[in-house]
């Protein structure tokens, strides 16, 4: 349970920067311009606290996705973060962390790393993070803290005790299927992504370890990708524009 606190503490850090969307943007729809600054300020925090470090295989893996996927024009930036437990998360606008625990996990397995990576990045290419931040205003659950009338106690506070803020199961199906579309037009199979979640939970345990604590997953959500590519779905969205 340490490992996973450490990392959710880490996809707090964003949230807790959401400070620096005014009211009017939080009730009317956050901007492409303040996701990314948030972003890259939450990165920002993180890397103060955190040692992270660039390595090539990640980036050029990253950046092979981040091309073909729905919103190619972020700043995407891809860091690996000295961790042992096997994780990953997606900040909004662009920046994407791996653990080096999920890097030796995938280590001589490219194709379960694209995997991995290519989740995250449709968590930031299909905006889940100002979703769920706008969420907040829609739901009236404390966004006038969030938004700047509350002391960074309070901030943490409700940040803490929102699971709102996390992504929601259907986000996670969304990631999934737009991660193995991602993972078609780049070059890959898309059989990489329920194969790295059946590893992971062969290795960990279903539900086990810190992935899919941040991660929720379960035999259905593995049983739904592969009907998904079995079907054609999966390669029909890769041939529809991005």
Known sequence: MRGYARVR????????????????????????????????????????????????????????????????????????????EINAFALPGGPVYVTSGLMEFTRGQPELLAAVVAHEIAHISRRHAAEQIQRQAWLGLGIGVLIGGGTTQQIALLVANLEELGFSRNQER?????????????????????????????????????FFRTHPTSSERVRRLQEQIQSGEIRRLAQEQP
């Open 174 to 210: 969304d990631a999934d299927t737009y991660g193995a579309v991602y993972l078609i037009r780049a070059g890959y199979n898309a059989e990489a992504m329920p194969r790295f979640l059946e590893r992971l939970g062969q290795a960990t345990g279903d539900r086990g370890g810190s």
């Open 9 to 84: 503490g880490l996809m707090l850090a964003w949230a807790m920067l959401v400070t620096t969307i005014s009211a009017g943007c939080a009730l009317t729809g956050i901007s492409r311009s303040q996701e990314v600054q948030l972003g890259q300020e939450a990165a920002a925090e993180i890397e103060r606290q955190y040692r992270t470090y660039e390595d090539p295989t990640l980036t050029r893996i990253g950046l092979q996705l981040a091309a073909v996927s729905s919103h190619p024009d972020y700043p995407y930036r891809f860091r690996v973060i000295e961790m042992e």
